[in-house]
């Protein structure tokens, strides 16, 4: 006899839908684990000054399920701080009474299938072992802190903060000399708050990106009236955009447009500013290496706009096909380049040789620093779920599995791991849609499946390895037409030493919600079910 119906690992935006969705809607008895100490996930850890979301921002980054919850949560800004979406996260935890069922400050230690009574047990880091039938994994898609291995690292004695692991006390810049290694989404953010703060700002820099301004504002009385009074039709947008945003673009191919034209285009986007830049300017953007090639022109136009010193602008021009890395958004950062206090180091041409206690010498200079801040990313999509590595059928663990690769079935289930679940997970639409959402969607298509179990009395439900194999086909399928799979990021695995270069996200976002949908309409085809 198991413990719970469900063990939910994770308390952030995705694993708090699932504990509501499957206890308060289909009357499952759950148990929530979490290493943090409250809700939140994600937004719980990534406390770094500059965090906010950087997607289309606020009121749309956000639960749907909920009329009451759109009804009563103000957004102060179209791209919520940290704190703003932390707040709103433990409103909704308190609104739907949801802590009740989650145990904090305590780990997974260990998950593990038994073949003989059908059930998951997990350990946990307060020593207790508890079953359940099903397990869910909410671990994050961006949770992992990837601390690259830089030799000689060790020899800097200075204050190390991770921006995926930013400290809960306060972290003064005041009067010192910082070092950022990293310029993606988290490095672009920090960045300029720090050097507003700091003595002095080196940037280390390997890969220089793109970024277009957030133009963050304050969400005026009528845009929240408006979300208000349309959030029917709005939400019935978000479901057929392509990245669950309540937008309809009306992009067509970059040749239907002359240079002017497609200057005209650009520069109206740039000043709109936010993601829509990425998603709304040409169809084929991220098809042709030419179309590409011009919104990346543009894009590199800005930078050397933006920068007063010609060298240092060269530093920071991009090299990749514009998209295929994910987009940045930022208040300010080429600007920051200007500032008296703050260094620009090109990695590529001038590398990393020796820290010592008080700083770091490259090969062109020595940068005395007082703290280093990593903003180096994540082990994503597959990292968290690695770092679990459940036991399934036979003994198998998850890391002999996916040794080579990350099969599964529809992003949500293994094969060999029956009655496990995940959310965001390698081939879902997960980071390339807006994620609450798509945690909604994944989550009703699981309670379905659940409940599909219950109805029949099932015991077991679990893909072929078979449907695993063509799944992948289909994701790779949808990846291959694009410029995606060319890009060395996290999208592919690449920025990981050693792991299993595969571009893991689906790239259909309503199309992959369309499919799930068919598999279940068509009697979960591809799965194998057991009777109890
Ligand atoms: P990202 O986007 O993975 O950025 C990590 C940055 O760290 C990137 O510039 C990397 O350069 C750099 N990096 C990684 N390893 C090294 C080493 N060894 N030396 C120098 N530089 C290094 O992570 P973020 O946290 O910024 O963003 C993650 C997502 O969170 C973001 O997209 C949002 O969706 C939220 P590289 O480009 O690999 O050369």
Known sequence: ????????????????????????????????????????????????????VDGPGSPYYCYTFSDELMEEWDWAETQPTQTDVLAYVGHVADRFDLRRDIQFNTWVTDASYSDESGLWS??????????????????GALSTAYIPDIPGFDGFQGEVYHTGAWPHEPVSFTGKRVGVIGTGSSGVQSIPEIAREAA?????????????????????????????????????????????????????????????????RLEEL?????????????????????????????????IREAVDDPETAEKLMPDFFVGTKRPILDNGYFETFNRDNVTLVDLREDPFEKFTPSGVSTAQGDHPLDMLVLATGFDAISGTMLKLNPTGRRGVSLKDKWKDGFDNYLGITISGFPNLFMIHGPGTPG?????????????????????????????????????????????????????FPQTDSWYTGANVPGKPREFTVHLGGPLYFQRISEVAANGYEGFVFEAS
């Open 431 to 483: 980071v390339l849609y807006n994620m609450p959402l798509g945690a909604e969607r994944e989550v009703q298509w699981i309670g379905n499946c659940i409940q599909r179990l219950k109805d029949k009395s099932l015991s077991t439900v679990e893909p072929t390895t078979d449907a695993e194999a063509i799944w992948g086909e289909e994701v790779n399928t949808l990846a291959n037409r694009t410029l």
């Open 1 to 52: 006899m198991a413990d719970y119906d469900v063990i939910v690992i994770g308390a952030g935006v995705s694993g708090l839908y699932a504990l509501h969705h499957l206890r308060d809607e289909l009357e499952l008895s759950i148990r929530v684990y979490d290493g943090a100490a409250d809700v939140g996930g994600t937004w719980w850890y990534n406390r770094y000054p500059g965090a906010r």
């Open 122 to 139: 997990i350990e946990t880091s307060a020593g207790e072992h508890v079953s359940a039938r099903f397990l869910v994994c909410a671990v």
């Open 270 to 302: 740039w000043q709109q500013g936010t993601l829509n830049f990425f998603f709304a300017n040409y169809s084929d953007v991220l098809m042709s290496n030419e179309v590409n090639g011009w919104v990346a022109d543009f894009l590199r136009s800005k």
């Open 200 to 264: 002095h700002l080196t940037v280390f820099q390997r890969t220089p990106q793109y970024s277009v301004p957030a133009r963050n504002r304050p969400v005026s009385p009528e845009e929240a009236a408006h979300a208000r009074e349309n959030w029917d039709s709005i939400r019935e947008v978000m479901a057929v955009n392509n990245g669950g945003f309540p937008f309809l673009f009306d992009a067509h191919s970059a040749y239907m447009h002359t240079p002017e034209q497609r200057q005209e």
